[in-house]
């Protein structure tokens, strides 16, 4: 059984930086694309980055330079680097496999990321 256990959120001030991780578990993680979305009550998840298992990565114009997805084989962890945070970045953020599709039936708790201007 797939799981999926993100942490980090918190709250920070506009420009400050936050460090997101999420433990994987149950699949060959060295052979699975991963990423990370966001949600806001009301409004769909969104996409805000993804890395495949040869590392290649891809950003919505959103967060891109800003955001930095990456990976640890050996630890099972993805994490997702934010630095100059906004107030539109407040959500709560989610990790789930895959590069362009993710599986909808293995959602974790996610974090809640709060920005305060």
């Known amino acids: 059984q797939v799981q999926l256990v993100e942490s980090g959120g918190g709250l920070v001030q506009a420009g400050g930086s936050l460090r997101l991780s999420c433990t994987v578990s149950g699949l060959r993680f060295s052979l699975s694309g991963f990423a990370w979305y966001r949600q806001v009550p009301g409004k769909r998840r969104e996409l805000v980055a993804a890395?495949?298992?040869?590392?290649?990565?891809r950003y919505p114009e959103s967060v891109r330079g800003r955001f930095t997805i990456s990976r640890d084989n050996a630890k099972n962890t993805v994490w997702l680097q934010m630095n100059g945070l906004k107030p539109e970045d407040t959500a709560v953020y989610y990790c789930n496999t895959g590069y362009f599709v993710p599986n909808n039936d293995i959602w974790g708790q996610g974090t809640q990321v709060t920005v305060s201007s």
């Open positions: 890395i495949n298992k040869e590392g290649a990565t």
